[in-house]
T-cell receptor
Framework: TQLLEQSPQFLSIQEGENLTVYCNSS?????LQWYRQEPGEGPVLLVT?????EVKKLKRLTFQFGDARKDSSLHITAAQPGDTGLYLC??????????FGTGTRLTVIP | KAGVTQTPRYLIKTRGQQVTLSCSPI?????VSWYQQTPGQGLQFLFE???????NKGNFPGRFSGRQFSNSRSEMNVSTLELGDSALYLC??????????????FGEGSWLTVV
């Protein structure tokens, strides 16, 4: 089983601060996805990265896939209360499997 | 375009009973996957169906089963419920089999409480 560890597990910050969430594994993935899940809802896809070293930006969110395709990071600039939620990374393999990380629960305090 | 629809949203069952959950995928999507989400274990893959055939299965006991119909709608069944089966059960649909770079869309989930 490919294990994806996310850190930190919980994060509480003030509005306007920056933060980085990490997703690490000893396994190589062909793709890495990030999701955000809000209470009472299912996860919603934020981004997919497929190339080692790839960086994608989505407004204030910056996603990076590690060169070796074993890890990824999500950086949020100037966090807002609307960013509050559970952030999940998920690694895809060629065998049509998607493995989810342990999750990071982010709270942005106004 | 309607999203993934799961029913029921909330249910309470007693230990030993069985439960059936339903999922209607996005129109045109042929793959349906099921996940169990708990605070302690996170999001864990149960199984995936594509064109009415189970294509992938996670590490869950045989009490967990599923099926997919010709219209791509899917059901999952849990028999002989245990307290530890209390969880949010999420269904996700996609055009193709889940895999590298493929986008999956989740429903809002079915909250199961076993008492």
């Amino acid at each position: 089983t490919q294990l994806l560890e996310q850190s930190p597990q919980f994060l509480s910050i003030q509005e306007g601060e920056n933060l980085t969430v990490y997703c690490n594994s000893s396994s190589v993935f062909s793709s890495l996805q990030w999701y955000r899940q809000e209470p009472g809802e299912g996860p919603v896809l934020l981004v997919t990265v497929v190339t080692g070293g790839e960086v994608k930006k989505l407004k204030r969110l910056t996603f990076q896939f590690g060169d070796a395709r074993k890890d990824s990071s999500l950086h949020i600039t100037a966090a807002q209360p609307g960013d509050t939620g559970l952030y999940l990374c998920a690694g895809g393999t060629g065998a049509n499997n998607l493995f989810f990380g342990t999750g990071t629960r982010l709270t942005v305090i106004p | 375009k309607a999203g993934v629809t799961q029913t029921p949203r909330y249910l309470i069952k007693t230990r030993g009973q069985q439960v059936t959950l339903s999922c209607s995928p996005i129109s045109g999507h042929r793959s349906v996957s099921w996940y169990q989400q708990t605070p302690g274990q996170g999001l864990q893959f149960l199984f995936e169906y594509f064109s009415e055939t189970q294509r992938n299965k996670g590490n869950f006991p045989g009490r967990f089963s599923g099926r997919q119909f010709s219209n791509s709608r899917s059901e999952m069944n849990v028999s002989t419920l245990e307290l530890g089966d209390s969880a949010l059960y999420l269904c996700a649909s996609s055009l193709r089999l889940t895999g590298a770079g493929n986008t999956i869309y989740f429903g809002e989930g079915s909250w199961l409480t076993v008492v």
